[in-house]
């Protein structure tokens, strides 16, 4: 019972800390998270490439059953027993829709698998030129100031040779 009421206490006081927090402090939460975003990229590739693994032998398992739920279904259709024939066409139908679902449930990681991946070359091109950025910035502003300078100089030029 008195572990109700501190939970219950907890839950209210972390509903509330939300509510005092302003949005721009929630949001900066929301997008920046505690931890860096590389290890987590590299973590979630990693346990995407798992399943596919996993995924993967549940594909081959399947294939193999399929192929012997068929020689069984060929030898009952040979034999002319129709009951076993069926049970075994439709056991086969099963196994092939299963087998359709796993195939498009690793097709689905493997696309998940190449986006991170994606995403992770971008952040390292990005970490790369960003001190480019830094530089093509200043030499921008550098630029800037001196052609202000320069009009100046001309316009003072254009007003003496008048």
């Given at each position: 019972?008195?572990?109700?009421?501190?939970?219950?206490?907890?839950?209210?006081?972390?509903?509330?800390k939300d509510e005092l927090k302003g949005f721009s402090e929630r949001l900066?939460?929301?997008v920046k998270p505690e931890e860096s975003l590389k290890p987590r990229l590299e973590q979630a590739s990693r346990l995407?490439?798992?399943?596919?693994?996993?995924?993967?032998?549940?594909?081959?398992?399947?294939?193999?059953r399929d192929s012997s739920i068929f020689?069984?279904?060929?030898?009952?259709?040979?034999k002319h027993d129709t009951q076993t024939s069926s049970a075994l066409s439709k056991e086969l139908a099963e196994v092939?829709?299963?087998?359709?679902?796993?195939?498009?449930s690793k097709i689905a990681l493997e696309q998940t698998t190449l986006r991170l991946d994606t995403i992770q070359n971008l952040r390292d091109m990005i970490a790369i030129l960003a001190p480019a950025v830094g530089v093509?910035?200043?030499i921008r502003i550098g630029t800037g100031q001196l052609h202000a300078r320069s009009r100046a100089r001309n316009g003072q030029d254009w007003q003496h040779s008048k």
């Open positions: 019972m008195i572990s109700e009421v501190k939970v219950v206490a907890q839950f209210s006081k972390n509903w509330t900066k939460e929301a995407n490439q798992a399943q596919i693994t996993n995924l993967d032998n549940r594909l081959l398992r399947l294939q193999e020689k069984s279904m060929t030898l009952a259709i040979q092939r829709k299963m087998a359709k679902i796993v195939n498009h093509i910035r200043d």
